[in-house]
């Protein structure tokens, strides 16, 4: 057997080997790389896991993750090494101030401030804040003391959301969190809606060509060109 063909293999023992994985963020020892590659710690049910792989965008502590994966060992300790990976929202407080760290310009006394102003103002608190946030993230200028920043925080909450649908949704087509981050800033907080309606829109990213977007058409069910 080829080198190449033992690599394929190997990959595809590791596709059918695959387990989910789901759990809380509690370190990230490794930062994220560009391509969304991190070594951290995830709180599952069996206790602390350690994984390595290709996570979501701003990756951080506290933020649940479902994870595709297999098992591996690393320096004589078992490690999930994992193949991708999506940000689940944890609607309580903590969840979601968390989420909103995630955001450049927002720590957590802001966060806290953010998720309190509306708070106030529904029922069914946790759902109903994250619901505004993620469907009307212009509201944000009204907490007070944001006016002069509130603009930029009201984009960049508008592309979290956006990163985030589109990463649970390509990271299934094999499509790594760098590439997302790329199709997000040419097509901005129309990405999802436009891939969806033509995902031929990709190969106008750089990385990505007509054999995935062919891939990605015949699994929505487009005749490819």
Same mark, same amino acid.
């Given at each position: 057997?080829?080198?190449?063909?033992?690599?394929?293999?190997?990959?595809?023992?590791?596709?059918?080997?695959?387990?989910?994985?789901?759990?809380?963020?509690?370190?990230?020892?490794?930062?994220?790389?560009?391509?969304?590659?991190?070594?951290?710690?995830?709180?599952?049910?069996?206790?602390?896991?350690?994984?390595?792989?290709?996570?979501?965008?701003?990756?951080?502590?506290?933020?649940?993750?479902?994870?595709?994966?297999?098992?591996?060992?690393?320096?004589?300790?078992?490690?999930?090494?994992?193949?991708?990976?999506? !940000? #689940?929202?944890?609607?309580?407080?903590?969840?979601?101030?968390?989420? %909103?760290?995630?955001?450049? *310009? $927002? +720590?957590? @006394?802001?966060?806290?401030?953010?998720?309190?102003?509306?708070?106030?103002?529904?029922?069914?608190?946790?759902?109903?804040?994250?619901?505004?946030?993620?469907?009307?993230?212009?509201?944000?200028?009204?907490?007070?003391?944001?006016?002069?920043?509130?603009?930029?925080?009201?984009?960049?909450?508008?592309?979290?959301?956006?990163?985030?649908?589109?990463?649970?949704?390509?990271?299934?087509?094999?499509?790594?969190?760098?590439?997302?981050?790329?199709?997000?800033?040419?097509?901005? !907080? #129309?990405?999802?809606?436009?891939?969806?309606?033509?995902?031929?829109? %990709?190969?106008?990213?750089? *990385? $990505? +060509?007509? @054999?995935?977007?062919?891939?990605?058409?015949?699994?929505?069910?487009?005749?490819?060109?």
């Amino acid at each position: 057997m080829t080198p190449l063909s033992s690599r394929r293999a190997a990959r595809a023992q590791s596709i059918t080997d695959a387990e989910v994985l789901a759990g809380r963020v509690r370190t990230v020892h490794v930062p994220q790389r560009e391509n969304g590659w991190a070594v951290l710690t995830l709180e599952a049910d069996r206790g602390p896991v350690c994984c390595a792989g290709l996570f979501p965008p701003k990756v951080a502590r506290g933020l649940l993750l479902t994870c595709v994966g297999c098992w591996d060992e690393y320096d004589g300790r078992p490690q999930f090494r994992v193949m991708s990976a999506h !940000a #689940e929202i944890d609607r309580t407080r903590d969840g979601i101030t968390c989420w %909103l760290q995630t955001i450049k *310009g $927002i +720590g957590p @006394k802001l966060s806290g401030r953010i998720f309190d102003h509306f708070a106030s103002q529904v029922e069914d608190v946790p759902d109903r804040v994250w619901t505004i946030l993620r469907d009307s993230p212009e509201r944000v200028v009204e907490v007070p003391g944001i006016q002069r920043i509130g603009p930029s925080i009201v984009r960049r909450i508008r592309e979290q959301t956006v990163m985030g649908e589109l990463v649970t949704w390509l990271m299934s087509f094999d499509i790594s969190a760098a590439y997302c981050k790329r199709i997000l800033d040419r097509y901005g !907080a #129309e990405a999802v809606s436009r891939v969806r309606e033509n995902p031929y829109l %990709l190969t106008e990213v750089r *990385g $990505i +060509g007509f @054999k995935k977007a062919d891939v990605i058409g015949l699994r929505m069910g487009i005749a490819p060109n």
